[in-house]
């Protein structure tokens, strides 16, 4: 009756829980040295830096300025000096009813614009900035630079330069755009001198009738 509570006896009374003992490490945990500490959240939180970074490595990540942009700094200084330069000494001092302020100011302005732009520059390069490199679905930066074309380009620039005032646009203006097409690839010959043509003559009216500008006639003066 006293194990039985369905017979009329109590709950017989149960010895108090035995607390579990933590399995202690063995000779081995303790040669392995103590366990690791875990951080704590600010620990946690703190930028690895602070831990010690390898010098070299920062000084590889930052930026550094990029040199031959200083020659670009130096070309808009050198443009933005000369142009003050010829407004403040070559430039003459005519005032009349339609331009009060006279011919001096705009070009003064310029210069300084071109001063200012080129501190800012200068300011940026000095800091790391530098332009981002040419892309494009059509660009290869991994090819050479392409001098024939580049070089048979200048050839017919400087063609049209010589020829211009002794020939005349219309003739020398061809021979531009038919050099500049055949430069670039293009082999339709009889076509692209048609063409050239047509632009020589369109370019050479719309100057002197849009514009009222004559562009040098050459040998074809009194034709055209």
Known sequence: MTTRPDRGGDLPPRPPGVPEIPAQPGPEAAAAGPPPAVPTAREADEPAATTGADPAVEAEAAPRPDRAQYGVVAFLALVGGLVIFDATTRIGRAINTA???????VPILLGVLLLVIAVIYAVDVARGGRGEPEAGEDVDLSLPVDWR?????????????????????????????????????NRHYVRNLLIAVALSLITFYTFAIGLGVDLPAGVLQGIL
């Open 99 to 105: 331009d009060p302020i006279g011919p001096k100011p």
């Open 149 to 185: 074309t580049v070089l048979l380009l200048i050839g017919a620039f400087l063609v049209n330069a010589v020829l211009i005032d002794r020939l005349g646009w219309v003739i020398s203006g061809t021979i531009l755009f038919w050099g500049s097409a055949y430069a670039l690839g």
